[in-house]
């Protein structure tokens, strides 16, 4: 999985923040036998600046 990253979005001001850690290494484990092409991971809610205002 080199090369790519995920992404926590903010909702309210759309600052993006990388996530170093793909969760296809867990889901991985539970597709035995399968062939993926391709993965997108995105958690959307409210950054820190934004909760805090």
Not at 24 to 45: A, K, N, P, V
């Amino acid at each position: 999985h080199q090369g790519h990253h995920h992404h926590f979005i903010c909702t309210s001001c759309g600052m993006t923040k990388n996530i170093e850690m793909c969760p296809m290494d867990f889901f991985e484990e539970q597709l035995t036998g399968c062939e993926i092409d391709s993965h997108r991971f995105e958690i959307f809610g409210k950054c820190e600046n934004c909760v805090k205002n």
